[in-house]
């Protein structure tokens, strides 16, 4: 199902954005056939100089066209995964509030259309007064949180599953110092083959939106990641946090190719893939 049809009045940005969501359906249709792990789309957004945020601080890069086009891409996906450091510093909601221009704020297209969130929180930090936390239950479906073995079998875990969320333990990785992004993966195929028992076993979508951990962990294992969609937004943010910085790490190339750039607004969104994999027929 498209999650949000063409409409009649649509100016050719918004026209590009809508056959751009269309093809990024049509690559995951054909390359959820691996039963093994879900569909992964890393999605981001950088200033010109490389750069995500300010340190510790809330920071909003893109423009409100291509927020739109974040939230469309959401739609598409059934999960929707970020880091802890995410979740203090910036509060998401991770909804879908912006479909198309006769769509915007829409309450019922964010009941419809949101993904289930996916939070990776290794120490339980999560502040109980988060948005994620306070959600809305009835009308919304219930967070998931990945911790380290150790933290799952603190007091707070019980206290957080007591706010209705779901709380699963996961080994450290040996490769990037975090959570074991392929034992999170697995465990969200299995999580979604019990909600749709019923249903064929396409392998679920997960959408990756950060923080700089978690960018890092994915493009130190590309294999893990199906399409990069990252948006460049016109400005500099001298002395900001780097998307894929860990102090005292070796430096690793991880070469990619873009396949397809549109302009949204202010900001480009370009859209690749990494070498290793087989690429999709993006058209230029």
């Keep these: 199902m498209e999650p949000f049809p063409n409409l009649p009045g649509m100016d050719a940005q918004e026209e590009q ?10 690559w995951k249709s054909v390359g959820r056939n691996n039963t093994s792990r879900p569909w992964v ?14 340190p510790g601080r809330r920071t909003h890069l893109s423009c409100l066209q291509s927020t739109i086009f974040t939230h469309q891409l959401r739609a598409c996906h059934e999960y929707i995964l970020v880091g802890i ?12 509030r912006y479909g198309p221009k006769s769509n915007h704020n829409s309450q019922e297209l964010q009941h419809r259309t ?15 007064e988060s948005s994620l ?50 034992h999170v993966f697995k465990k969200l195929v299995y999580h979604h083959n019990l909600r749709n028992v019923t249903q064929n076993k396409l392998c679920p979508s997960v959408l990756v939106e950060g923080g700089a951990q978690i960018i890092r962990s994915l493009v130190l294992q590309p294999y893990l990641v199906d399409l990069l969609v990252l948006t460049v937004c016109p400005l500099f943010l001298v002395d900001g946090l780097p998307s894929t910085y860990y102090p005292d790490s070796a430096i690793q190339e991880t070469k990619f190719q873009w396949k ?18 087989s690429s999709p027929q993006l058209q230029s």
């Design 17 to 26: 954005v809508q056959c751009l969501l269309k093809e990024i359906e049509q």
């Design 41 to 54: 789309t890393l999605s981001y957004a950088q200033s010109v100089d490389g750069n995500i945020a300010v």
């Design 85 to 96: 450091g995410t979740v203090i510093t910036d509060n998401p909601q991770l909804t879908v």
């Design 114 to 128: 949101t993904p289930i969130p996916v939070i990776l929180d290794s120490s339980l930090k999560i502040p109980m």
């Design 133 to 182: 936390v306070l959600r809305d239950h009835n009308t919304l479906s219930q967070p998931l949180l990945f911790t380290s073995e150790e933290a799952y079998h603190s007091q707070k875990r019980k206290e957080i599953e007591r706010r209705g969320i779901q709380v699963f333990s996961c080994p450290l990785s040996t490769k990037t110092r975090g959570l074991c992004l392929e």
């Design 260 to 277: 397809q750039a549109i302009l949204v607004g202010n900001d480009m969104i370009l859209v690749g893939v990494f070498e290793h994999k």
